[in-house]
């Protein structure tokens, strides 16, 4: 019984090497962490610019009208509204202007020549928005462009105006460029971009470790290639290899008068050949024994069993 109980636990170290071998390369193959980005704060900033033209022909909108497009040459002046927020409330600066560049085409390409701010505000935001109220005199801008054509005697000279927000605040920055189009071809003004909108997430990242078996990976990583090296080293060291057999006849020898004994199972096998007796196996005291029997000679050779550890 004690045989078959060492030789099963020899099988179970066998068989727990082999699974804490395969949760050991499990554990490496999976991630021990991953990054998980958390929203801490969504800080939304938006610029709004209404407007309203006044005419210096009021048969068909009247005196005054907010329209998308602006019949051109019968536009006088624009009246702006800008409004701009930000959520939540921060404290900062801003800036409004407008800037007129006055150009000539060369080809494709526009060459600068002056630059003017035609008007500027400047102040802080209050609870974290500010409203400017600001008026583009297209006449007067118009007059300015025939008084620099004459002067620099150049024709074809041509003018844009854009309006730009500018607020500063703590790190960050929010600039609006919004353009007066004088279309030429169509005969219309028109103001681009007049809502802007930009939202800045602040996130933070957030390290999580992973688990294998209810236990961190990185716990396992440790602690089955220990056990796999414990495992590996009890295998060898317990493990019995399997008796070699030799062919023999099962019996025990009567009537003998003399015993020889020979030093291995060659010497045995030889003896047998020349005799021409089998060669037969029996026990005593836990001691495997091989006999060839010649008349009253026995020839054997004794296998001491390997003791366990």
Do not use: C
Request: glycine residues 8%; without cysteine; hydrophobic residues 35%.
């Amino acid at each position: 019984m004690l045989r078959i109980k060492d030789k099963r636990m020899q099988y179970a170290f066998i068989g727990l090497f082999l699974i804490f071998l395969t949760l050991s390369i499990a554990s490496y193959m999976k991630p021990a962490s991953f990054e998980r980005r958390v929203l801490v704060e969504s800080v939304v900033e938006e610029g709004v610019l209404t407007h309203t033209a006044h005419f210096t022909n009021s048969t068909i909108y009247g005196s005054y009208a907010s329209l998308e497009y602006y019949p051109t040459k019968v536009t006088d002046y624009i009246l702006g509204e800008y409004k701009y927020r930000i959520i939540p409330k921060e404290e900062g600066n801003y800036t409004l202007e407008g800037i007129t560049s006055y150009y000539v085409t060369k080809g494709k390409e526009k060459i600068y020549l002056l630059n003017e701010t035609t008007f500027r505000y400047t102040g802080n935001l209050t609870n974290g928005r500010f409203m400017q109220d600001f008026k583009v005199n297209l006449t007067k801008i118009n007059g300015r462009e025939a008084e620099i054509s004459k002067a620099l005697n150049l024709p074809r000279l041509s003018y844009e105006l854009t309006v730009i927000a500018r607020v500063k605040r703590g790190n960050g920055t929010f600039t609006q460029e919004m353009p007066v189009v004088n279309d030429a071809a169509s005969g219309l003004t028109y103001i681009e971009n007049t809502e802007e909108k930009k939202v800045n997430n602040k996130v933070k990242t957030i390290n999580e470790n992973l688990e294998f078996l209810g236990m961190p990976v990185s716990r396992a990583r440790i602690l089955f290639p220990v056990l796999t090296l414990i495992f590996g080293i009890l295998t060898p060291v317990t493990w019995e290899p399997r008796k070699k057999k030799w062919k023999a006849i099962e019996g025990r020898p009567t009537g003998i008068g003399q015993r020889v004994i020979v030093e291995d199972m060659k010497s045995l096998k030889k003896v047998s050949s020349i005799v021409g007796s089998p060669i037969i196996h029996y026990e005593t005291d836990g001691i495997d024994i091989y006999g060839v029997i010649d008349g009253n000679v026995l020839y054997e050779y004794w296998e001491l069993r390997k003791s366990g550890p």
